[in-house]
């Protein structure tokens, strides 16, 4: 596993790559950051009380820039090479290959750059692409193919094309043992009662939820643990390969409340949020405890998460990349 830190005071790591970026502050690259540690113990947000043993999506995403030739559209149109031509050649290669990949994986993308006015070719077009897979190998045979389409979409139009990859990140890599030991602590820290201002708000919310199948009053419970192949993707996944892993869920917001939304960060600021904060934080302390105190814990982890990996090797699909910390900038 690599590092990025940055920060005032930061020392440069002889032969690693470095980069200002700012008044004191200097990128550098560490290894081996979880060579050494025992376990990996994780929460994310969510409308629901539970761990989960499953896995997620693989992802690789990246930016293509096309490049072209600027010319009067009416007037001297065979003069210019369209780099949004490139792009949309690339959107429709790559969306012909949908029928020719696994059903579980998933393309998606969206056109940041297309030119300044219509009557002008444009020398420069973007294209935003992301790529999923529960399997890296698949992910990366798809990847793969997404870049070729790109090359022959530039080759076809007259124009060319490099690509950023801006993330990379494996599929999680369960572990049944810490999940539950996950699982147990979470039952024990209970779930999240509502106090009357806190209901009321949560009955307003609910209002403008498409889904209101979860009822209020289910973030009280903690869910079985359960073993679901997620869709979404996290760089926990990387982690999850260096070093035994588990993830639960706590209730910071109202059920049925889906991830991304203003409703999600509506209840963030609010109690509600913060206990289920609270009920994540006693799970994941006493789940600490016992691996302290009980190293067969620790063993018994070990022993899955190298059964699981078997002799896959990990390889971050970003080494030696800085941070990608600008990527939404326009």
């Known amino acids: ?3 990025w830190l940055a920060g005032p005071g930061t020392l440069r790591v002889p032969g690693t790559p ?19 540690v025992d376990a990996a113990l994780a929460w994310h947000p969510a409308d629901h009380n539970g761990a989960n043993n499953g896995t ?12 072209g030739v600027a010319a ?8 210019g090479r369209s780099a949004l031509d490139g792009v949309e050649a690339m959107d429709v290669m790559v969306n012909m290959m949908r029928e020719h990949v696994p059903e579980s994986a998933r393309i998606h993308y969206v056109i940041t750059a297309g030119g300044k006015a219509p009557n002008v070719v444009p020398d420069f077009a973007e294209v ?4 999923r897979h529960a399997d890296m190998t698949i992910l ?32 999680m890599l369960p572990n049944e043992h810490l999940a539950a030991l996950e699982q147990k602590n979470l039952e024990q820290a209970g779930g999240v009662v509502y106090s009357a201002e806190e209901q009321a708000f949560a009955e307003r919310l609910r209002a403008s939820l498409a889904d209101t199948s979860a009822p209020l009053g289910s973030q009280e419970k903690v869910r079985p643990l359960e ?4 869709k979404a993707s996290t760089d926990l996944g990387d982690v999850s390969w260096r070093v035994p892993t588990a993830e639960l869920s706590a209730a910071t917001w109202v059920p ?27 799970a994941l302390a006493s789940s600490a405890a016992d691996l302290f105190s009980d190293p067969s814990l620790v063993a018994a982890a070990r022993a899955e998460f190298e059964a699981r990996r078997g002799s896959h090797p990990y390889a971050s699909r970003l080494a030696g990349r800085k941070p990608p910390l600008d990527y939404r900038k326009d």
């Open 18 to 36: 470095a980069e200002e970026g700012g008044a004191g502050k200097v990128y550098m690259l560490r290894e081996g950051v979880f060579d050494g």
């Open 72 to 79: 009067h559209a009416a007037a001297a149109p065979d003069q």
């Open 128 to 131: 935003y692409y992301v790529a």
């Open 227 to 230: 073993a679901a192949a997620g």
């Open 140 to 171: 990366d045979g798809i990847w793969d193919r997404i870049v070729s389409a790109a090359r022959g979409a530039a080759l076809g139009t007259g124009t060319t094309v490099d690509h950023e990859v801006v993330s990379a990140v494996y599929n």
């Open 56 to 67: 997620t999506l693989a992802n690789i995403s990246a930016k293509f820039r096309f490049h």
């Open 256 to 282: 049925g409340t889906p991830a991304h939304s203003w409703q999600a960060v509506a209840c963030g600021g609010t109690g509600i949020g913060t206990k289920g904060m609270m009920v994540a934080a006693r």
């Open 1 to 3: 596993m690599k590092e």
